[in-house]
Antibody
Framework: EVQLVESGGGLVKPGGSLRLSCAASGFTFSNAWMTWVRQAPGKGLEWVGRFKSKTDGGTIEYAAPVKDRFIISRDDSKNTLYLQMNSLKSEDTAVYYC??????????????????WGQGTMVTVSS | QSALTQPPSASGSPGQSVTISCTGTSSDVGAYNYVSWYQQHPGKAPKLMIYEVSKRPSGVPDRFSGSKSGNTASLTVSGLQAEDEADYHCSSYAGSNIMIFGGGTKLTVL
């Protein structure tokens, strides 16, 4: 069974840091482009960033609100994706989801359709 | 990139059809046939319902359909059922390896 399990959420003060982890299982993690999406309380989904598979270049993209503060990394030997969040602000309060696209017999949808989601982990930034 | 625009709410009676819109720009929805729709029940993770504007992943009922015209995409739910009551989010590829979402629409089955 394909599964993504996030951990590491919690309460942190403004200006603080937190690292989220996403443990993957049931598929070849090293081939997957992995994405972080967040959802503030009562709000819509927000794309945070994506890490391409290393075989496809390993490039990382970030949304403007988190660029220069958040760092996405991956350890393919541990089947784990990370999100290092620094200089946290109250507006970063959200449920953070680890997610990924999928491939069909004819094409892959890594950057346009997210088919597998973790259960999410809550991050609260408050003094 | 600004978020896509969705109506905050929509509603319909069981058996009826309801359509939810998702409006972007010529740089995202209008530029690519990469619009997706997600269903999200309270406290749960989103579930992919539509991709590439109108394609359904395996297991999604054919009561769910998608379309696009210009900068606006639409999700239609036909034969509404009680279990369709949920939040629906659209997304679009926006170029430069970036994805953007809409603000979400709460669908109520009356």
């Amino acid at each position: 069974e394909v599964q993504l399990v996030e951990s590491g959420g919690g309460l942190v003060k403004p200006g603080g840091s937190l690292r989220l982890s996403c443990a993957a299982s049931g598929f070849t993690f090293s081939n997957a482009w992995m994405t972080w999406v967040r959802q503030a309380p009562g709000k819509g989904l927000e794309w945070v960033g994506r890490f391409k598979s290393k075989t496809d270049g390993g490039t990382i993209e970030y949304a403007a609100p988190v660029k220069d503060r958040f760092i996405i990394s991956r350890d393919d030997s541990k089947n784990t994706l990370y999100l290092q969040m620094n200089s946290l602000k109250s507006e970063d309060t959200a449920v953070y989801y680890c997610t990924m696209g999928f491939c069909t017999s004819t094409s892959c949808h890594w950057d346009d359709a997210l088919d597998v989601w973790g259960q999410g982990t809550m991050v609260t930034v408050s003094s | 990139q600004s978020a896509l625009t969705q109506p905050p709410s929509a509603s319909g009676s069981p058996g009826q059809s309801v359509t939810i819109s998702c409006t972007g720009t010529s740089s995202d929805v209008g530029a690519y046939n990469y619009v997706s729709w997600y269903q999200q029940h309270p406290g749960k993770a989103p579930k992919l319902m539509i991709y590439e504007v109108s394609k359904r992943p395996s297991g999604v009922p054919d009561r769910f359909s998608g379309s696009k015209s210009g900068n606006t995409a639409s999700l239609t739910v036909s034969g509404l059922q009680a279990e369709d009551e949920a939040d629906y989010h659209c997304s679009s590829y926006a170029g430069s390896n970036i994805m953007i979402f809409g603000g979400g629409t709460k669908l109520t089955v009356l």
